[in-house]
C-alpha cells in the first residue's frame, strides 16, 4: 500500500465517517458532542497515532503491536497483547455489519427481519473475507474508493444544512436533550475515535513504511475529527433536535434537511460503513495470528499465503469467530470492547517507553521530541480516558457477568493459553530420548 490507501484504511479502520455519532448526540446534546469531538482527538487520537507513528515507523514488521510489545516486554506479555487484541476484535468486529442491517432496515424493514437480519450481517464477513483473499493493496484501494462514497452525502447534507442555518437562525444547538448521559457520550466518543493501531499490523505491506506511517497517522487523524464535527455542527445548526438522534438517525435528518433522495444516499452510505470498517479491520486483526504463528505461539498452519500474500487461513480462521457474536446488543458491544482495547493500548504505552530506555540507538525516522518524559507524558491522557472507560462499564453485563469481571476472566484465559501454547511448543522442539535395548 502506498500513502494514500494507507490513508484511508486508516481512517475506516477507525471511523467511516460520521455513522456511530447518533448516539453521542442523544445523550449529551449538540454543545456538549462539539466539545466532546473537539477535545478527545487532543487527549486520545492525537497520543496514540503520534506513538504508532514512531514505532510503525522504527519497526516496520508484519503483526505491529503485537511485535512491539514482545520486543519490549517479552514473549509473554506479546502473547498478552495479542490476545486482548484479537479478544476485543470479536465484540468490536460485530458493530460493522449490525450497522450495515441497521441501515438496510431503514429502506427494506422485511429484508432484516428475524433471521433475515442475520443473513444480511454474515454476507457483510464472508464478502469481505472474500475481498482480503485479494491482499492488502486491494483493501487499501478499496478504502479510498468507499472513502469518496460514503461522504459525498454529507458534503450535500452539510452544504443545504448551512444554506438553511444563514436563511433561518441559530437552531437548536443549545438546546438540553431529556435523558442526559454524559458518561456514555463519553464511552461512544471514545470508541468512535479508537483503532489507530490496527494500521501497523500490516507494516510489511506498505510502501516506505518509515515515511508513511507517520503522515498516514497525522492525515487520518485530521479528516477523521473533521467528518465528524462539520456534519454534527451542520444539522444542529439546521435545526434537528439532538433528541432525535439514535443510531442511524442520519437518514432522518437527510430527509428532512434535503430530501428523500439524500436520504436514501445516507443510507447507502451507513451500509458501506458498515463493510468499509470491517474490511481494513480484518485485514488488521488477521495479521496478528500470522505474526504468533511465526513466534511458534500458533500452529504454522497460520502462515499459509495464497498466491496475493493473503494468510488465507488466519482469514477464515477469524471471521468465523467473529461471526458468533453477532447477537449482541450495540452498548454491550461498546463497553467490553473499551475495557479490552483500553488494556491492550496501555500496554503499547508501556512497549513505547520501555523501547525508548533500552534501545535508545534504536533508528526512529519519526521521534517525538522531549526524550523519556515526553513518552510518558503522551500516554498520561489515554490512560486516564481508559480508567474512565473502565468506570462507566462497572455496571454493564456481559454474558450474565459484570464487564469487568469478564474481562478480567478474558486476561487471565490468555495468561492460561499462553502457558499452554509454550508447553506445547517446548514438547515438540525436545528431542525424543533413544530407546536403549
Not at 460493522?96 to 442475520?118: C, D, I, K, Q
Not at 457520550?185 to 475515535?193: D, T
Not at 504454522?300 to 495464497?306: A, H, I, K, P, S
Not at 493459553?417 to 515438540?428: D, G, M, N, Q
Request: aromatic share 12%; proline share 5%; charged share 10%.
Amino acid at each position: 500500500m502506498r500513502l494514500l490507501p494507507l490513508i484511508g484504511a486508516t481512517y475506516f479502520m477507525v471511523a467511516g465517517g460520521p455513522y456511530g455519532l447518533e448516539d453521542i448526540i442523544g445523550k449529551a446534546g449538540y454543545g456538549r458532542a462539539l466539545l466532546l469531538l473537539a477535545i478527545i482527538p487532543f487527549l486520545w487520537s492525537l497520543p496514540t497515532s503520534l506513538m504508532v507513528g514512531e514505532l510503525a515507523s522504527a519497526i516496520p514488521e508484519e503483526g505491529g503491536y503485537y511485535v512491539w510489545v514482545r520486543r519490549a516486554l517479552g514473549r509473554f506479555w506479546g502473547f498478552q497483547e495479542a490476545w486482548l487484541s484479537l479478544a476485543a476484535s470479536v465484540f468490536d468486529m460485530a458493530l460493522y455489519p449490525v450497522t450495515f442491517v441497521l441501515y438496510l432496515s431503514r429502506v427494506a424493514p422485511s429484508w432484516t427481519e428475524g433471521y433475515r437480519g442475520t443473513l444480511w450481517a454474515l454476507a457483510v464477513i464472508v464478502g469481505c473475507a472474500l475481498w482480503n483473499l485479494k491482499g492488502a493493496k486491494s483493501v487499501g484501494e478499496g478504502s479510498v474508493a468507499m472513502f469518496c462514497l460514503l461522504l459525498s452525502p454529507f458534503v450535500v447534507l452539510v452544504a443545504v444544512a448551512l444554506w438553511r442555518w444563514h436563511g433561518q437562525g441559530a437552531g437548536v444547538m443549545l438546546h438540553p436533550v431529556t435523558h442526559a448521559d454524559m458518561g456514555g457520550a463519553v464511552s461512544v466518543a471514545l470508541w468512535n475515535y479508537m483503532g489507530w493501531d490496527n494500521a501497523s499490523t500490516v507494516a510489511q505491506e506498505v510502501d516506505n513504511p518509515q515515511r508513511n506511517y507517520p503522515l498516514a497517522m497525522l492525515g487520518s487523524v485530521t479528516l477523521v475529527a473533521i467528518t465528524y464535527i462539520l456534519p454534527l455542527a451542520a444539522v444542529g445548526l439546521a435545526g434537528i433536535a439532538a433528541d432525535q438522534f439514535s443510531t442511524g438517525a442520519w437518514t432522518d435528518a437527510a430527509r428532512t434537511i434535503v430530501g428523500p433522495a439524500l436520504g436514501l444516499a445516507v443510507v447507502l452510505g451507513g451500509m458501506i460503513n458498515g463493510a468499509g470498517m470491517f474490511n481494513p479491520l480484518m485485514m488488521s486483526y488477521t495479521r496478528v495470528p500470522y505474526a504468533m504463528a511465526e513466534d511458534g505461539l500458533l500452529p504454522r498452519l497460520f502462515l499459509r499465503e495464497n498466491r496475493r500474500g493473503a494468510p488465507w487461513i488466519s482469514i477464515l480462521f477469524c471471521a468465523a469467530i467473529w461471526a458468533l457474536a453477532l447477537r449482541f446488543s450495540f452498548e454491550r458491544l461498546i463497553s467490553i470492547d473499551l475495557v479490552l482495547y483500553g488494556a491492550a493500548l496501555l500496554l503499547e504505552f508501556v512497549a513505547f517507553i520501555v523501547l525508548r530506555h533500552r534501545e535508545p540507538a534504536l533508528a526512529r525516522p519519526f521521534c517525538l521530541p522531549g526524550g523519556m518524559a515526553g513518552a510518558i507524558a503522551i500516554g498520561i491522557c489515554p490512560a486516564l480516558l481508559i480508567a474512565f472507560a473502565l468506570w462507566t462499564a462497572r455496571s454493564e453485563q456481559v454474558l450474565g457477568l459484570p464487564a469487568l469481571v469478564f474481562a478480567a476472566l478474558v486476561g487471565v484465559a490468555g495468561a492460561l493459553v499462553y502457558a499452554v501454547a509454550e508447553f506445547v511448543r517446548r514438547k515438540a522442539k525436545t528431542p525424543s530420548m533413544p530407546v536403549m535395548s
